[in-house]
Nanobody, 122 residues
Framework: QVQLVESGGGLVQPGGSLRLSCAASGRIFSANTMGWYRQAPGKQRELVATITSRGRINYADSVKDRFTVSRDNTKNTVDLQMNSLKFEDTAVYYC????????????????WGQGTQVTVAS
């Protein structure tokens, strides 16, 4: 129903920057939350940043002063600007789209991209 495609991952030195992009297609409900999650080897997948269709943003404490999430509702895209990257930012980053339920008969839905590797190394 919904497809998500990420781009922009790669190898960067500590202190450098990367910009991740995610494009959504398919049956997209206009009122949704999009965001980024990441998973390092042997670790649980964790929230990085989310942004609602109205522009309300949540960041993980570990990235709040360094990362910026944004979206374009006309293009159904969400971006993540990552600055001052650290070794511990190394992970696979996943794009997420969350559809809310507005009635008791509806079920919330989550869609995920395939992931893009971000490696921070000297």
């Amino acid at each position: 129903q919904v497809q998500l495609v990420e781009s922009g991952g790669g190898l960067v030195q500590p202190g450098g920057s990367l910009r991740l992009s995610c494009a959504a297609s398919g049956r997209i409900f206009s009122a949704n939350t999009m965001g980024w999650y990441r998973q390092a080897p042997g670790k649980q997948r964790e929230l990085v940043a989310t942004i609602t269709s109205r522009g309300r943003i949540n960041y993980a404490d570990s990235v709040k002063d360094r990362f910026t999430v944004s979206r374009d509702n006309t293009k159904n895209t969400v971006d993540l600007q990552m600055n001052s990257l650290k070794f511990e930012d190394t992970a696979v980053y996943y794009c997420n789209l969350h559809k809310p339920a507005f009635t008791v008969e509806q079920t919330t839905e989550d869609y995920w991209g395939q992931g893009t590797q971000v490696t921070v190394a000297s």
